[in-house]
Nanobody
């Protein structure tokens, strides 16, 4: 599955932004998907994941209560709605789909992160 993330940019602290992740194949609907981020000089961090059906979601501690992951399988697209943004949210954000359909959304957030197809990443910066 090829993934194309979009929606990055510059946003003020306290603001909101939505990222999108478009998949190239209809098989997207059979896989969990997740969002990760990587800030300069830091390791890749789990942000959120969602089950193939959208019925279950998981979040990293740093974004709980502020970010919401969702998906529209009819459009082969996943989303990450971000609110109450902080400067520490500045990073390149990647969407990912695991290589194996048996990989669960919960497993996506556990290191070492499962082998996945990654989008090219989209950068957004939160200005204080």
């Amino acid at each position: 599955v090829q993934l194309q993330a979009s929606g990055g940019g510059l946003v003020q602290a306290g603001g909101s932004l939505r990222l999108s992740c478009a998949a190239s194949e209809r098989t997207f609907a059979y896989y969990a998907m997740g969002w990760f981020r990587q800030a300069p000089g830091k390791e890749r961090e789990f942000v959120a994941s969602i089950t193939y059906s959208g019925g279950g979601t998981y979040y990293g501690d740093s974004v709980k209560g502020r970010f919401t992951i969702s998906r529209d399988n009819a459009k082969d697209t996943g989303y990450l709605q971000m609110t109450s943004l902080k400067s520490e949210d500045t990073a390149v954000y990647y969407c990912a789909v695991p290589r194996l359909p048996s990989t669960t959304a919960q497993q996506m957030g556990v290191k070492p992160f499962p082998a996945s197809s990654w989008g090219q990443g989209t950068l957004f910066t939160v200005s204080s």
